[in-house]
């Protein structure tokens, strides 16, 4: 056996059966054996970035390791930030590069660069020490010569990540310790398998829920669902974290307010906060499960105003205000019930999702990329994530889009069926525009953080095949209709309603 089938049947008895092959010289024997083996899933796309990101999205869409294969040189690098991303989001994403021989290290040679732990800490470095909970990086130095593939019946083995322990102490401790102040649950996005736990344990504890769209749970929730603008200028005692960073405002408030003792349970152990709090890392689910039978609920109480007022002022306002970037999101957040899955790209759309999204409905399956905020690889990261799945919907930020425009290189690849891409193109990076501090800046200095930009993504959608249509008022839902190819959705809020909508 060759060094690199030796690599790839080791991947494989680590339960990794789907690899993304990018072009390269150097890599043309792992993609020759790749293409031999039968029992694999095989895709390509020919940009290392975004390939690294549909691996991810394809990790977190089987729960299974997905492997990204490069050539040398600048390629590998071209992984980081979807290795990065993995790393915080706990992803089994495997990047296998090609590399020169050793005896080329350091010579200059083309397509030679120092690629043997590029990615710092950010990915393990050897099968033998990987837990299947982050990253792993294979540097495979491989001769020039072709290599020779007899047949090869691949044979994908199970994938069992280590649990990650924890200490249920501390949590029973949190809930219990006596003192009369007010607690509330945060609650991020949450792995599918967590959700049902988290559902019954905060059913169970009655506390008020501020929830993120990506926890999956929020409109199951609605009866302890409050708006996290109850708590500006009023914020909470103690908050429990369930689940990834929440995305909000409140959550950044927090971090100069270190009278809230805060408890996060998260599966990457880390606080999410820079100043001090309590952290504990586990599957949510199970940290939950472990607090057993617990004597103590019912005993919490809570003295905070409940959310409606809050979000029925809303309410009253998206009725006024229909064409704003609320109002239709508010809109669009009904008619992707219809769809089953849905992914939100960047920060501001999971906002206004949070806040003024339909409460009713809970969605199919519902999940984003937080691992690092990073507005780069979404739409890959989707595609990937739903690569097998029908009546798939994306909800993305015009740059966010602009950042990722080869993503649909694969969609001849995926499963296009009722797929729903939605950019929300208000014109730049609006999440940035209600910022306190960017009104103190000059007009071209707010530009340089905004990015404002007038694109039309008619041409893009003609570019790539796919359907089109602007929607710029509630009434331009009525023309949406899903077929057989991607639909793009071109949503333009009316930018003098969305001032009028946040200055109220
Ligand atoms: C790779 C990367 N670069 C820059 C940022 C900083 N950033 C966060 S949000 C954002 C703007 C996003 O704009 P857009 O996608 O248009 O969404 P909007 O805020 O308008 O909803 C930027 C540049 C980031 N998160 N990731």
Redesign the pocket.
Known sequence: MTPEQDIVDRLLKAGCGDFVVCGGARNAGLVALLEAAEGLQVWKHFEERGAAFFAMGRAKDTGRPCAVVTTSGTAVAECL?AVIEAHYSCLPLVVLSADRPETFRGSGAPQVIDQEGIFGNHAVRSLDGWNGHGPLHLNVPLEEEVIDCPDWQAEVEGFLPQRISFEVRSLRDFLDDGVFKGIVAMVGGLDPEDREDVFYFLKDLGIPVVADVNSGIRELLQDLLVSEKTFSGNLPGRVLRLGEVPVGRLWRDLEANPATSVLSICRNGLPGLARKSMVIRGEVGRVIRGLGEADFIGDIRDDFPRGRPIFSQTDERLESFPDSEPGLVNLLSVYATTGESLFIG????IREWNEYGQRETPYARVFANRGA????GQLSSWLGATAETPDSWGV??????L?DLAAPAMFPQVECQGRVLVV?N?G?????ERLPRLSQLAENQKDAIV?SQNVDLRGWAQMWNLDYLRIESREGFDALEVGERTLLVELIPDSGETAQFYAV
């Open positions: 930030p960047n920060s501001l759309p905020n990073g507005i780069d993305f930020g015009d740059l966010t889009a950042y929300i208000n730049g990076g609006q999440i940035f990015q």
